[in-house]
């Protein structure tokens, strides 16, 4: 008995020593076992406490698959791919709101008159270009050695703001973004002929501060003529000298709205598409053998513009002061 009561003794002190499953009795199989968390990105307790559970539905135009990425990953990837992580916190977080708002606008407009084309997807991406968001192992090959820096600043900005909405009327707007203004937002109407209460111009200090806030985009006679040859209505003909006509017409933000080029006229939108130009806002003149265009900003100049809102955001300006100041009269709503 006292042997018996020894062995016993000794049993007990071994399972205190050594746990469970170190004795084999783990209650799973090691192929179920989930790999460990990266410690390079932000703890995936905060995203638990930050995703809803509701997800974005992508249709990839390259190969017309549909996928699914959780709200928290598309909106950190959209950050990541709209602006650049080394703008101020602040300006991180108002592209952040503005970009859930976007897409989420467009989500809901999809979702309730489906498209065949998307194929039960909200909206359509590609990854060739500019993809509407970067996955994490996209954002780590652009980013490199800068990678936990960089995920980390976006995502603790993310985490501050998820699940804000920009409303007018009590519905999400259409938050659209752009690089670097012409030094004043422009009406939507201008470009897509339909005006916004929100969407009306605005003064966007410091955009002309931007290193390349001006470009310049030379074609001789030849590169141009091709370049509009698709167009309906164009044909090169008489001396390169007298194609423009003096006739440049732009809108108060100074969006090109006219402008005749051998007979046919343009607006500053065709010619930005067909000559690959930075934005719509521009002069032009021939010398030298050559047709220069002088571009002003970068992007559609609707909305916010981003490099305006690092700016305000350097100057003090929190993101719901800045989203209210490129906006007209919205309001930022919690919905999570």
């Known amino acids: 008995m006292k042997r018996y009561l020894v062995w016993a003794g000794v049993v ?44 974005f539905r992508l ?20 950050v990541g791919a709209e602006m650049y992580p080394t703008y101020h916190s602040e300006a991180l977080k108002a592209q952040a709101v503005a970009s859930y708002t976007y897409y989420s ?4 407009r999809n979702r309730a008159n489906p498209s065949e084309n998307l194929k039960g997807a909200d909206f359509a991406d590609k990854q060739a270009g500019f993809p509407v968001f970067y996955t994490k192992e996209q954002l780590m090959g ?20 998820f699940g804000k909405l920009i409303t007018y009327n009590d519905e999400p707007i259409t938050a659209v973004y752009h690089a670097i203004s012409a030094g004043t937002t422009e009406d939507a109407a201008v470009l897509w002929g339909t005006s916004y209460p929100y969407l009306q111009p605005v003064v966007s200090p410091g955009d002309k501060l931007a290193p390349d806030y001006q ?19 164009f044909e090169a003909s008489g001396e390169p000298d007298k194609w423009l006509k003096d006739d440049l017409q732009t809108s108060s933000s100074g969006t090109v709205t006219h402008l005749t080029i051998c007979n ?16 719509a806002c521009f002069s032009v003149k ?16 609707v909305g916010m513009s981003q490099y305006g809102a690092d700016y305000l955001a350097r100057q003090g300006l929190t993101y719901d002061e800045i989203l209210r100041y490129y906006y007209t009269d919205v309001e930022i709503k919690e919905i999570k």
Do not use: C
């Open 12 to 55: 007990y002190l071994l399972l205190l020593l050594f746990p469970l499953p170190l004795l084999g009795k783990t209650g799973q199989k090691d192929k179920d076992k989930k790999p460990p968390k990266e410690s390079s990105a932000i703890e995936s307790e905060d995203e638990k406490k930050v995703d809803s559970g509701d997800i």
């Open 264 to 279: 046919k006229a343009f607006t500053g939108i065709q010619l930005r598409e067909a000559l690959g130009l930075r934005s």
């Open 142 to 161: 652009r980013w490199k050695d800068s990678f936990d820096t960089y995920y980390n600043k976006i995502s603790e900005a993310v985490k501050e703001v």
């Open 105 to 108: 606008a467009l989500r809901k």
């Open 215 to 233: 470009t310049e985009a030379s074609f001789t006679p030849e590169e141009l003529a091709a370049k509009l040859r698709g167009i309906e209505g």
């Open 286 to 301: 021939y010398a030298d053998g050559k047709f220069v265009f002088t571009v002003s900003g970068y992007g559609h100049n």
């Open 59 to 78: 249709l990839n135009e390259e190969t017309g698959e549909v996928y699914e990425v959780s709200e928290w990953d598309f909106v950190v990837g959209a």
